[in-house]
C-alpha cells in the first residue's frame, strides 16, 4: 500500500556530482542538489563526483568544496581510478585534510579493470583497515560484455576483507539473487536499491531474504532523482520499520549518526 513520505529525513547513500559525460543533466551542482535535497525530504547525500571518477588526476574540488560549504548536508566517497596510479599516501592526506569522507568509490566496468585486479589491493586493505565504506559498482555483466564486477569477484572480496563495509551498488543487476546471497551470509556486505530497486517485488525479495537492516536507500541523484526509488521503497509491501531502515536507519549506522 502506498504510503506518503516519513516526517523523518532521509539519507541517500549513492549519488553523484558535476557534469557527467554522456548525460545531460542541469542541476549537478552542490548547491542544486542541496535545493533539491531540500524538496525531498533529504537530509544528508554521500557523492562521488563524476569527474573524480573518470579524470584522471582530478582535484576533487567538487567534493571538497561541498563538503566544506555543507558539512551536515554533504559526505564524500573518495573515487579510485586503478588506472591513475593513486597512492595510499595520497588517500591518507585526503581523508586527514577532508573530515566529510567516509569511504571509497569503485566503478571497474567503467575503467575496464576487474575489482579483483592487483590495482585495487592497496585501496581495499586501506578501507579494511580503517572499517571503511567501500561503495562499488557491480553489475553482472556489463554493457561489453566483460564481467569486472560481477557476484563471483564481490563474493572474494567480502570475504578477504571484513572489516570494511561493502554496498554492493545497483546489487549486482542482471546477478542479484546472488548479491542477495552475499548479503544474506557476509556482514559486511549491503544491497543498494539504486536503479535495481524499481524491479516489482525486488525490494520485498531484499528484505525478505535478508532483513531490512542490509537494504539501503541510493538514487545515482543527479542522473535519476531522489524520488524515483523513494516511490519504489513507498509502495512496497513492507512494514513502516523495515521502510526507516531503509531510507535512514541503515545508513545512519554505517555513518555514525544519529538515528
Known sequence: MMRTIPDYKLIDIHTHMGPEYCI???????????????????????????????????????????MRRYPDRIRGYFGFNPNAGTTVAEMERAFRENPGYVGLKFLPDYHRTMITDKSYAAAFAFANERGLIVLCHTWGVSMN????????????????????????GHSIQGQTELAIEIARDHDNAYLDLCDTGRFYGMIEKMVAAVGAEKVLYATDAPMQGYRFIQG??????ITEEEQ???F???????LGLKA
Not at 44 to 55: H, T, Y
Not at 145 to 168: R, T
Not at 248 to 254: D, M, P, S
Open 24 to 66: 545531460y543533466y542541469p542541476a549537478h551542482d552542490a548547491d542544486s542538489m542541496v535545493r533539491y535535497m531540500d524538496e525531498c525530504n533529504i537530509e544528508l547525500i554521500v557523492s562521488a563526483p563524476c569527474e573524480d571518477l573518470f579524470v584522471a588526476g582530478s582535484a576533487r574540488r567538487d567534493i571538497t568544496d561541498a
Open 145 to 168: 560484455g566483460e564481467q569486472c564486477n560481477s557476484a563471483d569477484k564481490i563474493l572474494k572480496l567480502v570475504e578477504q576483507y571484513p572489516n570494511m563495509k561493502f554496498i554492493m
Open 244 to 246: 526507516y531502515l531503509i
Open 232 to 237: 519504489a521503497v513507498l509502495g512496497a509491501d
Open 248 to 254: 535512514r536507519g541503515n545508513a545512519a549506522r554505517l
